[in-house]
């Protein structure tokens, strides 16, 4: 009998998690379909899926909305920051290559300058989500200087988060499992396998050895002056 209860138990959780992972997918994509929205469909997701695993599946749709309208300002500048500078990014390369010739310095300098920029946009923007909903006091510059550097230092975790991200992208070839599962399955291993270094980062309360950063900073700034 205690073996039935607790079998009917594992169901039960097993197809609640099922149920909540297929809304909030559904919800990602619609909200993603607007690229200036992306950011803020997916912050939404991590914060929602992380809820779950503290509290539970319950208001699955009342809180992905509460996630989504939390999150909403600073997810949707800090996306509009990043869609921008990979815009500019993208059309210097675009111009540095085709009027400049190949023997030319400063057209093949500026190409694979902008090509580096692009490239820390992309690993920075692997953490912003996860730094979004663990440091939610951070400001937006901090947010992307903070992102900026936990995706170098801790790289075993970014590149968790990539391969995460590739099986998510190529996920859209199996189009119906991917429309159910494919955004929320990977956020969920993401969050499992990156749950060890987001617990260190808050333990030595990073928010607060920021802010103590920032005050020695204006207090020199006001003794120089």
């Keep these: 009998m205690d073996f039935e209860k607790r079998a009917n138990s594992k169901a039960s959780r097993f197809f609640e998690w099922l149920f909540a992972i297929v809304i909030i997918n559904l919800f990602t994509i619609v909200f993603s379909i607007l690229i200036i929205t992306f950011l803020p469909a997916h912050v939404a997701a991590y914060q929602t899926i992380s809820d779950f695993k503290e509290h539970g599946t319950q208001r699955v749709i009342k809180r992905y909305f509460s996630n989504f309208w939390k999150h ?41 300058v902008m090509l580096i920029v692009i490239i820390v946009l992309l690993f920075l923007s692997l953490h912003l989500p996860l730094v979004i909903i663990n ?32 099986v998510m992208i190529i996920g859209v070839l199996a189009l119906p499992i991917w429309v159910f599962i494919g955004i929320t399955l990977p956020i969920l291993l993401i969050i499992k396998f990156t749950e060890p270094t987001y617990y260190y980062l808050k333990k030595i309360d990073l928010e607060k050895i920021i802010e103590r950063a920032k005050e020695i900073e204006n207090e020199e700034d006001d003794f120089r002056d």
Excluded: H
């Design 72 to 112: 909403i300002e600073k997810s949707f500048l800090i996306g509009l920051f990043v869609i921008i500078i990979l815009v500019v990014a993208l059309f210097s390369m675009y111009f540095y290559k085709n009027n400049f010739d190949a023997s030319n310095i400063v057209g093949q300098v500026g190409y694979w």
């Design 135 to 166: 440091f939610p006091k951070l400001g937006i510059k901090d947010t992307i200087k903070i992102s900026i550097f936990i995706c170098f230092r801790y790289i075993l975790s970014t590149l968790i988060i990539l391969i995460s991200d590739i």
